[in-house]
């Protein structure tokens, strides 16, 4: 059997068609559990920590955001573990929507042993695109630094070529670990490397659409938040000697617009974790309906 792209890109939207109640539900999670995290980086952080962070907020720099990590230390550590613990649950629900619908108990939100796979599964794919890409940059910057001249730009850009397209083929050969990991009860790399054998520009255009797909949702979010601008915040105007950030109407636009990140992002996650769930049910479709990944 072969990965149909675009039916597996498209299973995140059918999902959200057949079960918008579920994916409401995953968007109640989303709103509940991102302001919590964002809490407890508030206290965990604490007010020097925060100034660190917003000093480097958009930085390139591999030097300051090592230099963040090793400021931050055991709270950095804290919060993104949580954050992936939160990623954990949520693809977990979404992958189980796709290869278990009828399991659908609570909106198919747990906190048991797939969720942990998942997560380690997260770490697993963190550290191969940390190997696959900073230690062949770094081979690319050192090997330009020593040539001069146009040779040094041909094997740079030749060189960034070539850490895009090692990053690609490793992301898209590692695409259905996650599914195979929930499905099978265990973490098995090499396995879930072998079932993309043969399907690598199948996945490939699978994850090209998914990606314009959640570029689109992007474009309605930022829609939808520009008409909310309208209707509610229209009109504002600042007053002599007044603060606009008090204005009622500008303060209910702003809760509106952070109530309408998280659905937004939720709606994405459906989109992107999706489509591999899919995509390993088309490459295991009999043995599922057989049963033998109960």
């Given at each position: 059997m072969s990965?149909?792209p675009?039916?597996?890109?498209l299973?995140g939207?059918?999902?959200?068609?057949?079960k918008?109640?579920?994916?409401?539900?995953w968007?109640a999670?989303?709103?509940?559990?991102?302001?919590i995290?964002?809490?407890?980086?508030k206290i965990?952080?604490g007010d020097?920590?925060?100034t660190a962070?917003?000093g480097?907020?958009g930085?390139?720099?591999?030097?300051e955001?090592?230099?963040l990590?090793t400021?931050?230390?055991?709270?950095?550590?804290?919060?993104?573990?949580?954050?992936?613990?939160?990623g954990a649950v949520?693809?977990a629900?979404?992958?189980r929507?796709?290869?278990?619908?009828?399991n659908?108990?609570?909106a198919?939100?747990r906190l048991?042993?797939?969720?942990?796979q998942l997560?380690?599964?997260?770490?697993i794919?963190?550290a191969?695109?940390?190997?696959?890409?900073v230690i062949?940059?770094?081979a690319?910057?050192?090997?330009?630094?020593l040539l001069?001249?146009a040779?040094a730009?041909w094997?740079?850009t030749?060189?960034?070529l070539?850490v895009?397209?090692l990053?690609?083929?490793?992301a898209?050969?590692?695409s259905?670990?996650g599914?195979h990991?929930?499905s099978?009860?265990?973490?098995?790399?090499?396995?879930?490397w072998i079932q993309?054998?043969?399907?690598?520009f199948?996945l490939l255009?699978?994850?090209a659409?998914?990606?314009?797909?959640?570029?689109?949702?992007?474009?309605?979010?930022?829609m939808?938040?520009?008409?909310l601008?309208?209707l509610i915040?229209?009109?504002?105007?600042?007053?002599?000697?007044?603060v606009?950030a008090s204005?009622?109407?500008?303060?209910?636009f702003?809760?509106a617009?952070?109530?309408?990140?998280?659905i937004?992002l939720t709606l994405q996650?459906?989109?992107?974790?999706s489509a591999p769930?899919k995509a390993?049910?088309?490459l295991?479709q009999?043995?599922?309906?057989?049963?033998l990944?109960?």
């Open positions: 990965v149909r675009t039916d597996a890109a299973e939207l059918r999902t959200m068609r057949r918008p109640l579920t994916v409401l539900a968007a999670f989303s709103l509940v559990m991102l302001p995290l964002g809490l407890i980086a965990v952080l020097e920590g925060r962070l917003a480097r907020v930085s390139a720099d591999p030097r955001l090592l230099d990590v400021h931050l230390g055991g709270a950095m550590v804290l919060l993104i573990a949580l954050a992936l613990v939160l949520l693809q629900a979404i992958i929507s796709v290869i278990e619908p009828d659908d108990r609570l198919y939100l048991g042993r797939e969720e942990v997560l380690i599964v997260s770490l794919t963190w191969a695109a940390l190997g696959v890409t062949p940059s770094g690319v910057v050192l090997g330009a630094a001069s001249g040779a730009g094997f740079a030749l060189g960034a070539a895009i397209g990053s690609l083929w490793v898209v050969r590692l259905l670990l599914p990991a929930f099978h009860h265990h973490i098995d790399v090499r396995a879930a993309t054998h043969g399907q690598f199948r255009a699978m994850f659409m998914t990606i314009a797909l959640t570029a689109i949702v992007s474009v309605l979010g930022a939808v938040s520009s008409v601008g309208g915040s229209g009109g504002v105007e600042p007053e002599a000697g007044g606009i204005h009622p109407r500008l303060i209910l702003l809760l617009n952070m109530l309408l990140a998280p937004v996650t459906v989109i992107l974790a769930a390993f049910a088309h295991n009999d043995e599922i309906d057989a049963g990944h109960d």
